[in-house]
């Protein structure tokens, strides 16, 4: 099993920045990909930046430009830079872990984004 625990969300003026963070724990591998996903009300959940083990990331077209993920081997974390926030970035975003064919989920952190 793996547990995941974001921290970072909270409300932001538009155009402005956060820094969302991610701590994995458990039976954790050094080849899995993580990443971070967002749900808005009402909307399904999408893919927003992921990055596997060796370092190679993707972004949704929406966000490239503005966010950047990085992660932290050694400390089994993975982060999520978000820079000119829109309204439109205002969702849950949810931490995600995948090794081989499993996924895991965060519980998810707040992200408004509002004047």
């Known amino acids: 099993q793996v547990q995941l625990v974001e921290s970072g969300g909270g409300l932001v003026q538009p155009g402005g920045s956060l820094r969302l963070s991610c701590a994995a724990s458990g039976s954790i591998s050094s080849g899995a990909a993580m990443g971070w996903y967002r749900q808005a009300l009402g909307k399904q959940r999408e893919m927003v930046a992921t990055i596997t083990s060796g370092i190679n990331t993707n972004y949704a077209d929406s966000v490239k430009g503005r966010f950047t993920i990085s992660r932290d081997n050694a400390k089994n974390m993975v982060f999520l830079q978000m820079n000119s926030l829109k309204p439109e970035d205002t969702a849950v975003y949810y931490c995600?872990?995948?090794?081989?064919?499993?996924?895991?989920w965060g519980q998810g952190t707040q992200v408004t984004v509002s004047s």
């Open positions: 995600w872990y995948r090794y081989v064919i499993r996924n895991y």
